[in-house]
Structures are given as structure tokens and as C-alpha cells.
């Protein structure tokens, strides 16, 4: 087996990183300090705040959220999670970083969407990270109201850098199928917001090839992907990149076996993979430890490794300023070009 190529020097790109989900005890104990919150004693409050071993599916693992997103109601919480969290990530080699979060969540003790996505910003604001926002709209049942008013926060605060630059669905896909959301994104098309779509993660490649119909130009895991050789065609043909979330997909299950883990072959296919957290506090990873996760179980090289990066980039919600800057960082000549 190859040495891993990752050490503490490399730099990173993370798409996929959900803010309740980068919620750490150390975080924790910040917010309900804040607050006033009393906090479970620490061995409890690891087990809340992390998935456990006998994670049986997606909807298992969601579970986890409850805590994070039970400290993060108020603007100033938002804002010192979004600093803390951009904090940690730039101390981990992260030069980029797109957070996403769902504002409907966060509205349980007065805050209005607007409010919350104002605080997020504000911590974004606060860092020195370069980094970017994606509202989440969230599957289910009853929130239709929630999900339009999402999208029109998103159209009054989108950006093409440093702020809200695209909109999401993320939440029970196998419970609430990507086709039923057919009218929301017809919405955010009309309003020219960028998207991603969790799809693929817990349902079929059907589920992916909605999102495409819809008109997602990233999507959130892509691992059934495999599924409808004429999608992965279609995907690869028209740039959509696939933001893959390694330890997210084997502790949800998503993947039951990780050597038929799908990554290197859609690599090898060219479409635009990328590797990210996803949930990095619940799943107890890093975006280093990713990439080393990769290396292992697949022998990832140093050219494959910066071809990643360089599809990163590429997808960044992000203007060609902050891309060209990003690529001058990473060795990056053009798109799609690596520098030897």
C-alpha cells in the first residue's frame, strides 16, 4: 500500500459541510454558555453530538442534529458557531469552504429566516476564511410555506462570493422523493439561484437524474449514480459535479460496502467528483482525514488527488475572482489543467 499523500501542509476545499452538523462539544459548550444552556455531563454529550456505532440508515443518523440545532436559535449563537466552525476548518488547511444550513430550522424560539441567515453572515463576516453560504431547503411534510420563503431569502441576499451563493434540498430523500420538488427549484431557476440537491444518497439514480431535470449543477453525494449508465453520461457531459462524502456514506449505510465505494470510478469517467465532510463533528472526521480515508482504500495518487482540488474549484459557488485565486493556491494552471 502507497504512504498516505495528506499531511498538515496540504490545502483544502470543502463543498459539503453542514453547519449543526460541524457542531463540536468544544462548540457546544460555547453556544449554551452563551445561552445559558446546562449541557449533558461530556461522555453523554459526545454520544449526542457524534453518530453512533449501530447506525442503521439515514434517517438513524439524522437524529444527530438535534442538539446542534437546538443551540443554534438565536443571532448570536448562529454568528459564533459560523466563526468558531471557520475558525477550526483554517487551522485544518481549508482555503475554501461553502457552510450550508436550513433558516426554517432555526426559527424555534422567534428568530425569522431572514434573522438567521443575517447572523450566519455576520460570523462569515467575522472570519478570515474564504468561504460561502448554500440555504438548505428541508424534504417533509407541511413546510411547502418554508421552502418558498427560503428561496426568496436566498434571491434577497445571493451573492457571487462571500455570502448566500446557492440554494439546497437536503433531509429524508428516501421518505420524501427529489421529484415532489418540482415547482420549488422552477422557482429558484426563475430567479437564476445556483443549486445543489442532496440526491443519490438514499435513494436511486432516479432520484439524481430529477435534480438534473430540475436543473442542479452540483449534486449532494451521487453515490446510486452508478445505476443508469446513460446518467452518468448525461452527468458527466454537462459538468455537474458530485460532492462525495466518504465516512458520511458508509455511517448512513449509503454504501454498505466501501470497496464499491463509486468515487474512483466516477473519477475515471470524468465526471467532477469532489470529497468533503458533510458532517464533520457527528461523523468525527476531518476534511484531511477524508482525502486519507480515500488514499487507503483506493491508492489515491497525488495527480488524482489534485484533480479533486482543481473540480473543487471548478463547482465552487464562487465568483472567477475568488476561483482564480483559489487555483493560484493550489497549482492550479486553468481549469481542468494541473500544473506538473
Known sequence: MNMPIVCS???????????????????????????????????????????????????????????????????????????????????????????????????????????????????????????SVILCCMRGSGNEKENFETVEVAKKYLTNEGGVTAIDLAGAEALFPTKNYRELFARARKYGIPFTIHAG????????????EFGAVRIGHGVRCFEDKALMEIVRKNGIAFEMCPTSNRQTHSVE???????????????????????????????????????????????????????????????ERVKSQLRRELGIAAEGVLDD
Do not use: W
Open 201 to 212: 444518497e438514499a435513494d436511486g439514480a432516479d432520484s439524481i437524474r430529477a435534480a438534473v
Open 9 to 131: 501542509k496540504d490545502k483544502y476545499i470543502d463543498l459539503h459541510l453542514h453547519l449543526d452538523g460541524a457542531v463540536t462539544p468544544e462548540i457546544a459548550h460555547r453556544l449554551a454558555e452563551m445561552q445559558g444552556i446546562t449541557l449533558p455531563d461530556d461522555d453523554i454529550l459526545e454520544e449526542q453530538l457524534s453518530v453512533q456505532p449501530d447506525c442503521s440508515s439515514l434517517n438513524d443518523f439524522l437524529k444527530c442534529f438535534e442538539l446542534p440545532v437546538s443551540l443554534l436559535q438565536t443571532k448570536e449563537a448562529l454568528s459564533e458557531c459560523v466563526y468558531m466552525v471557520c475558525t477550526s476548518l483554517k487551522e485544518q488547511g481549508v482555503i475554501y469552504a461553502e457552510i450550508r444550513f436550513a433558516p426554517q430550522l432555526h426559527c424555534q424560539r422567534g428568530l425569522t429566516q431572514e434573522d438567521a441567515v443575517r447572523a450566519v453572515l455576520d460570523g462569515l463576516e467575522r472570519s478570515s476564511l474564504s468561504a
Open 257 to 319: 460496502d466501501m470497496s464499491d465505494y463509486p468515487l474512483m470510478a466516477y473519477l475515471s469517467a470524468g465526471i467532477k467528483v469532489t470529497i468533503n465532510t458533510d458532517d464533520p463533528a457527528i461523523e468525527r472526521t476531518t476534511i484531511a482525514e477524508e482525502y486519507r480515508y480515500i488514499q487507503i482504500l483506493f491508492g489515491l495518487d497525488e495527480k488524482q488527488k489534485k484533480q479533486l482540488l482543481s473540480n473543487a474549484v471548478d463547482a465552487a459557488f464562487t465568483s
